[in-house]
């Protein structure tokens, strides 16, 4: 009797590094002129979800402005679209901004206590 064994490989995983924490706060998106102004639905220190009705096609490097409601200036940071749906898009962050890590600890302190 011979027994075959197929193993399948590991595909992409959806495992994220760091805990998405849900939010409401204003995002500006420049991409060949044309200005997105859109809503984060979550975001953590490696990247948002934006809801949008101009998704971008993924691997498109945008500069992206977030309005934080920790900060007071707004934060601008390179991103890369790594995955785009009818009506929302995933964005990750190119370039580490301390402020940024700083206020979305404080998110994740906020919610923590609720």
Do not use: N
């Amino acid at each position: 009797m011979v027994e075959i064994f197929v193993s399948k490989r590991p595909g992409y995983s959806q495992a994220r590094r760091h805990t998405r924490v849900p939010v409401s706060f204003p995002v500006r998106i420049v991409c060949d002129g044309l200005r997105l102004a859109d809503e984060a639905r979550d975001v953590s220190e490696s990247g948002v979800g934006v809801l949008t009705r101009h998704p971008l096609p993924p691997m498109t490097l945008v500069p992206v402005r977030l309005e934080l409601p920790t900060q007071r200036e707004p934060i601008e940071i390179l991103s890369r679209v790594m995955w785009a749906s009818a009506d929302a898009m995933g964005l990750r962050f190119e370039q580490p901004d301390v402020r940024l890590l700083d206020s979305v600890g404080r998110m994740q302190a906020a919610l923590d206590r609720i």
